[in-house]
């Protein structure tokens, strides 16, 4: 069975996306077979991504067109292998909601990615590159050395 990463921020519409694509296409092009999700803390069900988002996303040959913001559940949590937070706020948000995903919740990195939200398509475009180096340095998409 495939290992499931879900990233997680706040409403699913700019940061938790763009590290789902740029994830899923590591997967991919490294023939990892992870299924890669997102979700976010406090999102609207059903809303697109940010329309900045889905600029920058296609600028780096990426889809975010289809994406549609979900809440994170309780069966994501039972489900999950792993989960990837924007912030330490959000690992503290998520572990105090679903206390069961404490050993499964991690920041992304070390610093928080800051939350383009309403900001112009440059700010979103730095916070694609931290989401990219962030998610290359992940023990999943690092690369195994012989």
């Known amino acids: 069975m495939s290992k499931i990463i879900i990233f997680v921020c706040t ?8 590290a789902e694509v740029i994830a899923d296409r590591l997967s ?22 940010a329309r900045e988002a889905i600029a ?3 600028n780096h040959g990426l889809d975010l067109t289809a994406h549609v913001t979900r809440t ?9 292998d792993v989960f990837y937070t924007m912030s330490a706020t959000h690992r503290d948000a998520l572990t105090a909601l679903f206390p069961d995903a404490a050993d499964k919740t991690k920041p ?8 383009p939200w309403s900001q112009g398509e440059d700010v979103y475009e730095r ?20």
């Open 28 to 49: 991919r092009d490294r023939a990892l077979g992870y299924t890669v999700a997102s979700r976010g803390l406090s999102a609207y069900d059903g809303d697109a991504a």
């Open 56 to 58: 920058v996303a296609a």
């Open 72 to 80: 994170l559940t309780a069966g994501d949590v039972s489900q999950a």
């Open 108 to 115: 992304i990195a070390a610093r928080d990615i800051d939350d």
């Open 127 to 146: 916070t694609f590159t931290q989401l990219e180096q962030a998610i290359q340095s992940l023990p999943e998409f690092m690369p195994i050395l012989c």
């Open 11 to 18: 409403g699913n519409s700019c940061r938790s996306p763009m």
